[in-house]
């Protein structure tokens, strides 16, 4: 079975959503999801001479509209999404609706201050900076949740408070990894089977008894946890998302 990437499966998403247009600035912490918009989509990416005047153009289009599809903002990593602060915070007190995309580095230099990673405290802790102005922030490092997750923090930032009869909106910021833009969505199967296998693990090793001997009462949950897991990943919009690109494939 094909398989499509994480930048490509977020691009698709969005065009099928109505995306007219990306605002941002390239950077190699974007370069993948750029990549899959221009090439793969009929979305018009705006440039910006610097990541908060991206923020405010969005801001403006939101305004003019108010209504679906929300405008998308793309930055790259450390001081580029910095920048972003200030216009951000003006677009969560206004109630703007909007989803940005911000980058980081490549997961096997967390913790290490390469690329410039906030990892004084934690592993790129960037999120942390924008969470107070902000509806929803969160890092994604997983290729198989990330979908799920961008779908979530859509939704939740397109439903915001009703104000004159105008639907409003808040911010969300979704950080991705660099180095999971480009890897493959696991196909429903396989993260079937990636879910049992954590779920095995988590309750057959825990402290105080030797591995290998699971409580009675744990052991005897296992199958019907994995059926619901089952349940859940065949209703996924990601799987719908994969077996719509795979059956287009030659």
């Known amino acids: 079975m ?12 969005l065009e099928r959503m109505g995306t ?5 600035v390239n950077g190699h912490g974007n370069w993948a999801l750029l990549d899959a918009l221009v090439h793969d989509t009929r979305i018009k990416g705006i440039p910006a001479r610097a990541e908060d005047h991206a923020l405010q153009m969005a801001d403006g289009y939101w305004r003019v509209r108010r209504q679906a599809p929300m405008p998308i903002v793309t930055t790259s990593v450390g001081p580029g999404n910095a920048n972003i602060v200030s216009a951000l915070a003006g677009a969560f007190y206004e109630s703007i609706a ?23 405290y934690a592993p790129e802790e960037w999120t942390q900076i924008v969470k107070p102005i902000s509806k929803k922030a969160v ?8 979908v799920d997750m961008f779908l979530r923090a859509y939704r939740t930032a397109i439903t915001g408070r009703p ?18 833009l480009v890897r493959q969505v696991p196909p429903p199967r396989d993260r079937r089977h990636r879910h049992e296998q ?13 591995s290998g001997q699971p409580r009675s009462r744990d ?3 296992l199958p019907e946890r994995a059926q619901q897991c089952q349940r859940l990943d065949r209703s996924s919009v990601t799987g719908a998302l994969l077996d719509r690109e795979t059956s287009r494939s030659p």
């Open 163 to 180: 104000v004159k009869e105008a639907p409003d909106g808040d911010v969300a910021v979704l950080m991705i990894a660099r180095d999971l």
């Open 139 to 146: 890092l994604i490092t997983r290729p198989d949740t990330a």
């Open 20 to 24: 007219e247009y990306v605002f941002g």
């Open 98 to 120: 909007m989803l940005v995309f911000a980058g980081a580095g490549a997961t096997h230099w967390f913790d290490r201050g390469g690329i410039e990673e906030a990892y004084r």
């Open 198 to 210: 954590s779920l095995r693990g988590s309750l057959w090793s825990f402290p105080g008894r030797p």
């Open 2 to 13: 094909a398989q499509i990437t994480v930048a490509l499966a977020l691009a698709k998403l």
């Open 219 to 221: 052991a005897a949950m």
